[in-house]
């Protein structure tokens, strides 16, 4: 299981058991383009967090380990941020998306590096339901991805539906890699 935290938009862990995500607010700061890790802000947001406007943030992804996912509340909704396992990567790349009711390949649901080249391990999403807005858990389901609860949607380690009534894959944000290490989102 991932080694991260749930924090709530006070910087105050409100799920020290499951520790699933991290869980952090954009703000001003990052409007303005300041380059945020996500400890250093969770640490820094403290009160004020509520208060700051959403906007653009950018995230060292190097400091996201294997395994683990960054949950980021970003314009109001959740943002995926997994760094995925190889076997993972090899799941979301083997598979015959002519089965898929949203037919996507894993490199479509990526974004170049600044090389042009794509980096699988790391996975970007608005991590909403596309059936009726749920949030799904992560690393559940029948294909190893997510699992939405509220009525039974599987989505696979790429974020795509593969069974259940949602009817598109989770949507990727507007990102881009600014470094090979650091995207912005928004
Ligand atoms: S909201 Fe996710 S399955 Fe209905």
Redesign the pocket.
Known sequence: MSETQVIDAHGEVIDDDKRDFIFIATGAAAAAGAALLAWPLVAQMGKAADTLAAGSVEIDLSKVAEGQQLKILWRGAPVFVRHRTAKEIAEAEGVDISDCPDPQTDDERLRPTPEGKLDPRFLVMIGV?T????IPVGESGDFDGWY?P????HYDTSGRIRK???PKNMAIPDYVYISDTVIKVG
């Not at 059936?131 to 749920?134: A, K, Q």
């Not at 509220?150 to 949607?153: A, F, N, R």
């Open positions: 339901c059936h009726f807005g749920c939405c509220c009525h039974g949607s259940g009534p949602a």
